[in-house]
C-alpha cells in the first residue's frame, strides 16, 4: 500500500511540475541562453533555394530562430499566420521568427523570384539534444559555463562539515571539474565545478545536524543509481560496479558498452527514460538513490527540480569540461568515491595515464590533423581550439589545424562554422578524422565526397588519409588514453592494434 502511494504522489508531483514549466519544445525545456542547433534540415521548394539555421536564442521562456535563405528575393515568412519580414545580407534573406525545437514546423516563404510573387511551403527541423554526443557538455547553456573566478572558487571550497573532523582531500593529477574530501567514519564531501556539494554518508551513519541546506545527502550503499549521463557509465564499468546502475537514460539498442547491454538484456538494468522525460514513477517505485545526469539536464530545470522533490539527490556530471583529455577519465576517481572501491579506480586510472607517459618525450611530428562532422544543413561542426579533442592529437604528436581565430573563445567545445572557412583551414591537413560518433561513420571517400564536393580538393583525401572514428567513442570515458595511442599510431603510420580509428578508402 505504501508503495503504491508513492507512486501516485510521485505522478501528481510530476504533473503539477511539468504543468507549470516555461517554454518548451516537444518535451525539451530550453533554459535561457543562446544555442547553436546540433542539426538542421529543410525540405520543399525547388531545390534551388538552401536554408540554414545558425542559432536559436531563448528568451523568457521564448524561442527564436534565425533563418538564412540563400536568395536576396524573399522578402517575408508566414509562420501559423503571422507574417515577418527579411533583413538582407548580401545574397541572403535573413528572417528572426517563433520556433519550435526537435519537431517538424512549417514555414511558408514569400519569393519574389518569379514574374509575380510566390508562396513557397517548407518544412523544417531545428535539432538541440536530440541525440547521444560525444561531449554531452558542449549543448549546456553558455549561462551555466563557469568563470575562472568559479574555478578558483572550487580549489578554495569550504570542507566544514559540522560535527565532522577532515583527514585529506583525494589527490588529483588531471582533473580539475571535482574535488573529494575524506572525514572520520567513512564520510565524503563530493565538490563539483559547478559548486553544487554532496555529502556520502557511510552504511549506518546519520547526516550532521546542522548540515547547509544546500549540500546533498547521498546514502551508502547505492543500489539504485539512474545514469542518464552516458559518459559516465563505462567508469562505472571500470570499477566492475554496474550492479548499482538499476536504471539507465539510455535504451539497450544505444549502449556500445557490451555489459551495459547485456545487464539491460537480463532485466539487471532498466530504461527509465531519457534525461528529459524520466519515468518519475519506476524511478520512485524502485527506490531510486541518485540520479547522474549530464549537462543536458540544464536544458530541463524543470525535470531536475521534479526528480530532487521526489528527494532524489541529481549530480550532474561536467567531465567533458575538463581541459586535459585524461581529466574526463579521472573521473572514475569521483564514482568511486561513491561505492567505496578507490583502490580499483587509483589502478585503473594509472593504466590510462602511462599511455600518456610513454608518450611525453616523443617528439612533435608536425603533421595537421582536422576533426570534424558535417551537419545536416550543411555546416561543418569542428572541435574547439582550447576541447580535449584538439589536447588529444597534441598529445599524440600531431598539429590541431583550428585555432582561436577560427574557433573563437566561446566556452562551447563544438564550434559550427561554414564549408569555407573549413576549406581554408583543413584544404592542406595531413588527416582529416570524421567524428563518427555524432553522424553516421564514414564506410568510404564517397561518403565524404557526397556531403561536399569541395572534399576532393583536400591533401587528405588526394593522400588517402581520410579516417573515421565509430559511434562508442563518446562513451569511451573510460580508455580515452588508448584513442592518443591510435592517433599516435595514425601519425606514424603504424596502424594495427587500432581500436578507434578506421581509415576509410
Not at 579516417?467 to 599516435?488: F, K, M, P
Given at each position: 500500500?505504501?508503495?503504491?502511494c508513492?507512486?501516485v504522489?510521485a505522478?501528481?508531483?510530476?504533473?503539477v511540475?511539468?504543468?507549470?514549466?516555461?517554454?518548451?519544445a516537444?518535451?525539451?525545456?530550453?533554459?535561457?541562453?543562446?544555442?547553436i542547433?546540433?542539426?538542421?534540415?529543410?525540405?520543399g521548394?525547388?531545390?534551388?533555394?538552401t536554408i540554414?539555421?545558425?542559432?536559436v536564442?531563448?528568451?523568457?521562456?521564448?524561442?527564436?530562430a534565425?533563418?538564412v535563405?540563400s536568395s536576396?528575393?524573399?522578402?517575408?515568412?508566414?509562420?501559423?499566420g503571422?507574417?515577418?519580414?527579411a533583413?538582407h545580407?548580401?545574397?541572403s534573406?535573413?528572417?528572426?521568427?517563433?520556433a519550435?525545437?526537435?519537431?517538424?514546423?512549417?514555414?511558408?516563404?514569400?519569393?519574389?523570384?518569379?514574374?509575380?510573387?510566390?508562396d513557397?511551403e517548407?518544412?523544417?527541423?531545428?535539432?538541440?539534444?536530440?541525440?547521444g554526443a560525444m561531449?554531452?557538455?558542449?549543448?549546456?547553456?553558455?549561462a551555466?559555463r563557469r568563470s575562472?573566478?568559479?574555478?578558483?572558487?572550487?580549489?578554495?571550497?569550504?570542507r566544514t562539515v559540522p560535527?565532522?573532523?577532515?583527514?585529506?582531500?583525494l589527490?588529483?593529477?588531471?582533473?580539475r571539474?571535482f574535488?573529494?574530501?575524506y572525514?572520520?567514519?567513512?564520510?565524503?564531501?563530493?565538490?563539483?565545478?559547478?559548486?553544487?556539494?554532496?555529502?556520502?554518508?557511510?552504511e549506518?551513519?546519520?547526516?550532521?545536524e546542522?548540515?547547509?541546506?544546500?549540500v546533498?545527502?547521498?546514502?551508502?550503499?547505492?543500489r539504485?543509481v539512474?545514469?542518464?549521463?552516458t559518459?559516465?557509465?563505462?567508469?562505472?564499468?571500470?570499477?566492475?560496479?554496474?550492479?548499482?546502475?538499476?536504471?539507465s537514460g539510455?535504451?539497450?539498442s544505444?549502449?556500445?558498452?557490451?555489459?551495459?547491454?547485456e545487464?539491460?538484456?537480463?532485466?539487471?538494468?532498466?530504461y527509465?527514460?531519457?534525461?528529459s522525460?524520466?519515468?518519475?514513477?519506476?524511478?520512485?517505485?524502485?527506490g531510486?538513490?541518485?540520479?547522474?545526469?549530464?549537462?543536458m539536464?540544464?536544458?530541463?530545470?524543470?525535470?531536475?527540480?521534479?526528480?530532487?522533490?521526489l528527494?532524489?539527490?541529481?549530480?550532474i556530471e561536467?567531465s567533458?569540461?575538463?581541459?586535459?583529455?585524461l581529466?574526463?577519465t579521472e573521473?572514475?576517481?569521483?564514482?568511486a568515491a561513491?561505492?567505496?572501491?578507490?583502490?580499483?579506480?587509483?589502478?585503473?586510472f594509472?593504466?590510462?595515464a602511462a599511455?600518456?607517459?610513454?608518450l611525453?618525450?616523443?617528439?612533435?611530428?608536425?603533421?595537421?590533423v582536422?576533426?570534424?562532422?558535417?551537419?545536416?544543413?550543411?555546416g561543418?561542426?569542428?572541435r574547439?581550439?582550447?576541447?580535449?579533442?584538439?589536447?588529444?592529437?597534441?598529445?599524440?604528436?600531431?598539429?590541431?589545424?583550428?585555432?582561436?581565430a577560427?574557433?573563437g573563445?566561446?566556452?562551447r567545445?563544438?564550434i559550427?562554422?561554414?564549408?569555407?572557412?573549413?576549406?581554408?583551414?583543413?584544404?592542406?591537413a595531413?588527416?582529416?578524422?570524421?567524428n563518427?560518433?555524432?553522424?553516421?561513420?564514414l564506410?568510404s571517400?564517397d561518403?565524404?565526397?557526397g556531403?561536399?564536393g569541395?572534399?576532393?580538393?583536400f591533401?587528405a583525401?588526394?593522400?588517402?588519409?581520410?579516417w573515421?572514428?565509430d559511434?562508442?567513442?563518446?562513451?569511451?570515458?573510460?580508455?580515452v588514453?588508448?584513442?592518443?595511442?591510435?592517433?599516435?599510431r595514425?601519425?606514424?603510420g603504424e596502424?594495427?592494434?587500432m581500436?578507434?580509428l578506421?581509415?576509410v578508402?
Amino acid at each position: 500500500m505504501r508503495t503504491s502511494c508513492r507512486r501516485v504522489f510521485a505522478v501528481l508531483l510530476a504533473l503539477v511540475i511539468l504543468c507549470g514549466a516555461g517554454a518548451h519544445a516537444e518535451g525539451a525545456i530550453l533554459a535561457d541562453g543562446e544555442y547553436i542547433p546540433d542539426g538542421f534540415s529543410f525540405s520543399g521548394g525547388s531545390g534551388k533555394v538552401t536554408i540554414t539555421c545558425p542559432k536559436v536564442v531563448v528568451a523568457a521562456g521564448k524561442v527564436t530562430a534565425t533563418l538564412v535563405f540563400s536568395s536576396p528575393n524573399y522578402p517575408r515568412v508566414t509562420v501559423d499566420g503571422a507574417e515577418y519580414a527579411a533583413g538582407h545580407d548580401g545574397d541572403s534573406s535573413i528572417f528572426q521568427i517563433p520556433a519550435q525545437v526537435n519537431a517538424d514546423m512549417t514555414v511558408v516563404g514569400t519569393t519574389t523570384a518569379m514574374s509575380a510573387p510566390h508562396d513557397v511551403e517548407y518544412t523544417i527541423h531545428i535539432s538541440i539534444g536530440e541525440s547521444g554526443a560525444m561531449d554531452e557538455a558542449a549543448d549546456a547553456p553558455e549561462a551555466e559555463r563557469r568563470s575562472e573566478a568559479e574555478r578558483v572558487a572550487l580549489e578554495n571550497r569550504d570542507r566544514t562539515v559540522p560535527g565532522l573532523i577532515w583527514r585529506r582531500e583525494l589527490p588529483l593529477k588531471y582533473a580539475r571539474e571535482f574535488a573529494v574530501d575524506y572525514y572520520d567514519g567513512g564520510y565524503k564531501l563530493l565538490t563539483i565545478g559547478d559548486g553544487n556539494r554532496y555529502l556520502v554518508v557511510p552504511e549506518g551513519g546519520a547526516a550532521p545536524e546542522g548540515l547547509d541546506g544546500s549540500v546533498r545527502v547521498v546514502r551508502q550503499p547505492l543500489r539504485c543509481v539512474y545514469l542518464a549521463a552516458t559518459a559516465s557509465m563505462a567508469l562505472f564499468d571500470a570499477l566492475d560496479a554496474l550492479d548499482v546502475v538499476r536504471l539507465s537514460g539510455t535504451q539497450a539498442s544505444g549502449w556500445y558498452i557490451e555489459n551495459a547491454v547485456e545487464a539491460m538484456e537480463r532485466g539487471d538494468m532498466l530504461y527509465a527514460g531519457k534525461y528529459s522525460e524520466p519515468d518519475y514513477e519506476l524511478l520512485l517505485g524502485e527506490g531510486c538513490d541518485l540520479a547522474i545526469e549530464s549537462t543536458m539536464i540544464l536544458h530541463t530545470p524543470k525535470v531536475q527540480e521534479m526528480i530532487e522533490q521526489l528527494g532524489i539527490p541529481v549530480l550532474i556530471e561536467r567531465s567533458s569540461y575538463e581541459a586535459h583529455p585524461l581529466g574526463r577519465t579521472e573521473w572514475v576517481k569521483l564514482y568511486a568515491a561513491l561505492v567505496d572501491r578507490e583502490a580499483q579506480a587509483e589502478a585503473f586510472f594509472d593504466e590510462q595515464a602511462a599511455v600518456i607517459d610513454a608518450l611525453k618525450d616523443f617528439p612533435n611530428t608536425e603533421k595537421k590533423v582536422a576533426f570534424f562532422y558535417i551537419a545536416s544543413d550543411g555546416g561543418v561542426v569542428v572541435r574547439s581550439a582550447r576541447d580535449y579533442v584538439a589536447g588529444m592529437i597534441e598529445l599524440a604528436g600531431g598539429r590541431y589545424v583550428f585555432d582561436d581565430a577560427l574557433t573563437g573563445e566561446s566556452a562551447r567545445s563544438s564550434i559550427s562554422i561554414s564549408m569555407e572557412d573549413f576549406y581554408a583551414a583543413a584544404v592542406d591537413a595531413d588527416y582529416l578524422i570524421y567524428n563518427g560518433s555524432i553522424d553516421a561513420p564514414l564506410n568510404s571517400v564517397d561518403d565524404l565526397l557526397g556531403k561536399s564536393g569541395l572534399f576532393a580538393d583536400f591533401k587528405a583525401v588526394r593522400s588517402g588519409d581520410v579516417w573515421s572514428t565509430d559511434r562508442y567513442l563518446y562513451q569511451a570515458t573510460d580508455i580515452v588514453g588508448e584513442l592518443i595511442a591510435d592517433i599516435n599510431r595514425m601519425l606514424l603510420g603504424e596502424t594495427e592494434g587500432m581500436r578507434f580509428l578506421k581509415r576509410v578508402a
